[in-house]
C-alpha cells in the first residue's frame, strides 16, 4: 500500500479527534475539494467540507472500525470514529477507485488546499475561497477526471518534512 514518492513526502498519518481511528496515506492524492453543500455545512459545523480524494489502495484506517453516520445520502457512506464521533472519511457504493478523507484529518492537512470547489450554489455569502475550477453543483465524474489531470499537473507538492 505504502510506496515512496518524494514529491508527495508519503506516507502520511493523521487521525480522529480522540485518535481511536488512525490514518495512513500512502499514494499521491488525486484532487483536493472544499464542499459547500448544505450536507457538508451541517455535518462539519463549518461552511464547508474539506476533503482529499486518495486512491483505495493507498488508504488504511486502523484502531478502532469506523461506523457509518451522518447523511444517509445514497451510495455514500459517511464514516466516522465510533468513539468521538469524528467525520473521517467517505467511501461509495460505485467503483470509483477513491476515498474522500477529511483532510483535516492529516497532519499534512495546511499543505492541501483545496483545488475544486463544489456546490458553490449552496456556498455561504461570506466564504471566498481561491480555488482553480469551482461548479455549482456536484461535478460529473467526467468533470472529476478533468480536475484531477489538472491537479496532477498544477497541484502545490508538499514541502520538505522537518526532522
Known sequence: MTQSVPE?????HGACRCGAVTLRI???PILTMACHCRGCQKMTGGAFSLSVAIPEAGFAA????PVRGGARTEGQ???HCPECLSWIFTTFDAPYG????RATMLDEAAQLAPFVETQTDEKLPFVHLD???SFPR???????GEASRRYADE????????T
Open 77 to 79: 457512506n459517511h464514516m
Open 8 to 12: 508527495w513526502n508519503l506516507p502520511w
Open 26 to 28: 500512502g499514494a499521491p
Open 62 to 65: 486502523e484502531g478502532a472500525t
Open 131 to 133: 480555488t482553480p475550477l
Open 98 to 101: 477513491f476515498v474522500n478523507v
Open 155 to 162: 497541484a502545490p507538492r508538499p514541502g520538505p518534512r522537518e
Open 138 to 144: 456536484f461535478p460529473d465524474m467526467d468533470e472529476i
